[in-house]
């Protein structure tokens, strides 16, 4: 059974800095896309990072240059870090998992952690 378990967030003033992790058990995670997304109240969840299936890795638009994805596949545990945090960063961010079909397509089901809060203030 997949699991994934965010921590890290909390509360930061603008400018500031936090570091997310996400610790996933249950399954083998080398043929998984795996990463981070982020949802506001009445949206929908927004992609922030990810690791494709032919292992580049994605960041949205919003968060370029300010933050970083990296993987500890040994201890099966990513970890989203987070600079030059804005007010519009304000967001429960959670991680994500997706089985790979191939190098360009995923197959089944999304799995997703319990979210983490990230509240930014000016």
């Known amino acids: 059974q997949v699991q994934l378990v965010e921590s890290g967030g909390g509360s930061v003033q603008t400018g500031g800095s936090l570091q997310l992790s996400c610790a996933a058990s249950g399954t083998d995670f080398s043929s998984f896309g795996m990463g981070w997304y982020a949802q506001v109240p009445g949206k929908g969840r927004e992609m922030i990072s990810r690791?494709?299936?032919?292992?580049?890795?994605q960041y949205g638009d919003s968060v370029k240059g300010r933050f970083t994805f990296s993987q500890d596949t040994a201890k099966n545990t990513l970890y989203l870090h987070m600079n030059s945090l804005k007010t519009e960063d304000t967001a429960v961010y959670y991680c994500?998992?997706?089985?790979?079909?191939?190098?360009?397509?995923?197959?089944?089901?999304?799995?997703w952690g319990q979210g983490t809060q990230v509240t930014v203030s000016s």
């Open positions: 690791i494709a299936c032919d292992g580049s890795t």
């Open positions: 994500w998992a997706r089985k790979c079909r191939d190098l360009y397509a995923m197959s089944g089901p999304d799995y």
